[in-house]
């Protein structure tokens, strides 16, 4: 059996505010395989870009911490490097592309300054040759007159053209694995679907493996063959994506795929959209037991004392669920 590409084992991530501690991961494990996109889905304050940051240890410390668990990749834990040795790491074997690419892109320097940075840091290439490769580089995120972008400013490029140099950038050194966090937020629809035809089709080309941190389910059912949902630092259910998204088990996942809008669809009266009720608790204001009885529609007395375990109910395919547990 092949060895997975990456493998996150028992992850604890915490903050501190005012003096008190408080998890926003909690013990999360998960394989990401070789050639895989593997998508993280939840809502906003899940866990979701909490747990794609600390991969490459760049949570902000302090207020973060990664308390413990192992993140392997070659059969190394990245948790346990040196600075200067995961600096090796990023960029060259695992590159990210963040949400905003506005914010992450210097406004002061064009595309030529910052696209070469990385291919100069982990290549032998002149700057000369950094700078063609930069080039054919756009040409492959499909950004009409690469030359001319070379000399442009981020705020010279629209919000799906940023995101492209962002994609660009991270693809530069050819890595095994890519992390995408919310690739498509704050783009519209048409521009969201050129961006994940984009992901795919790099994916096929190159075989680097993917992990796509979102919460749009549509996007899901599009591209990724698995799927982690998270909830409250927690992973709630786990496994492939056509049947997870076919049949959900965990009420949470219920709830996120019947909030998506479906074309020509009609509801009664004048609500549009089905909703989960209330918000991802606070980490520092968890429930107990199972952190999402207060808005689940099937709570049953257990689910407020006693936090379910994720079990596997069939083959690839787990949970963390009470209703389940017989099924288990």
Known sequence: ??????????????????????????????DLCKGEILAIVGESGCGKTVTALSILRLIPEPPGKIQSGSVC????????????????????????IFQDPLTCLNPVLTLGDQLPEPILRHTSLSRKEAWEKGIALLRQVEIPSPTEKMD??????????????????????????????????????????????????????????????????????????????????DIVEMGPSQ????????????????????????REGDKHLTEIPGNVPSPDQLPSGCPFHPRCPSVVERCKTQKPALKEVEPGHQVSCWLHESEI
């Open 1 to 30: 059996m092949t060895p997975p590409e990456l493998r996150v084992k028992n992850l604890n991530v915490s903050f501190s505010r005012n003096g008190s501690e408080f998890a926003a991961v909690n013990g999360i494990s998960f």
């Open 73 to 96: 990749f070659n059969s190394t834990d990245l948790l346990k490097l040196s600075s200067r040795q995961l600096q090796d790491i990023r960029g060259r074997d695992i590159s990210m």
């Open 152 to 233: 442009q400013f981020p705020h010279q490029l629209s919000g799906g053209m940023r995101q492209r140099v962002m994609i660009a950038m991270a693809l530069s050194c050819s890595p095994r694995i890519l992390i995408a966090d919310e690739p498509t937020t704050a783009l519209d629809v048409l521009i969201q679907a050129q961006i994940i035809d984009l992901l795919r089709n790099l994916k096929e080309q190159t075989g680097m493996s993917v992990i796509l941190i979102t919460h749009d389910l549509g996007i899901v059912t599009e591209i990724a063959q698995r799927v982690i949902v998270m909830y409250a630092g």
């Open 243 to 266: 049947k997870l998204l076919q049949a959900p088990l965990h009420p949470y996942t219920i709830g996120l795929k019947n909030s998506i809008p479906k074309l020509g669809q009609k």
